[in-house]
């Protein structure tokens, strides 16, 4: 979605981390990794710095309703949306009509493999109103999922 005056792209990314992220760092290491959230958002600030993005916005939220809030004030907002979901990905059907409901791209972002995991994280409801989903590279997906999304925004202003 392009943005801004006389062809300049303006890029407005929001991240929005779902439930239990806020324990990133301490939370299952094993699975989920040693950095913190703040170290996640930290590195993708800084990632939007380089690739150009005009604004990177984060929120973590515990709680669906505040989630669905946030993408229901997206539009017009910001261009693309990174969603990690946490466990609200496998069942708020919530969650998925306000990505539908609102015409602002979303990437769904994971830092485990939802698919070798336990049966219940396999399925994704919010994945077939999504752009793509990334999983199972820790906070390189939120990497790509910002970079791709950049790259998308580039495209539409040719
Ligand atoms: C997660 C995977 C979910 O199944 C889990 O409930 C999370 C984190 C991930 O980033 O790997 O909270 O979304």
Known sequence: MQSGSEGV???????LHGPNLNLLGTREPEIYGWLTLNDINELLHERAKT?????????????????VEAIQKARGRYDFILLNAGALTHYSIALRDAIAAVPVPVI???LSNIHRREEFRRTSVIAPVVMGQIC????????????????????DTK
């Not at 690739?51 to 989630?67: A, C, H, P, R």
């Open 136 to 155: 199972g590279f820790g906070v390189d997906s939120y990497i790509a999922a910002l970079s791709i999304a950049v790259r998308k925004l580039q495209k």
């Open 9 to 15: 792209n303006v890029k407005r990314i929001l991240v």
């Open 108 to 110: 769904e972002v994971h």
């Open 51 to 67: 690739l150009g993005v005009d604004t990177i916005d984060f929120l973590q939220s515990n709680f669906e309703g505040e989630l």
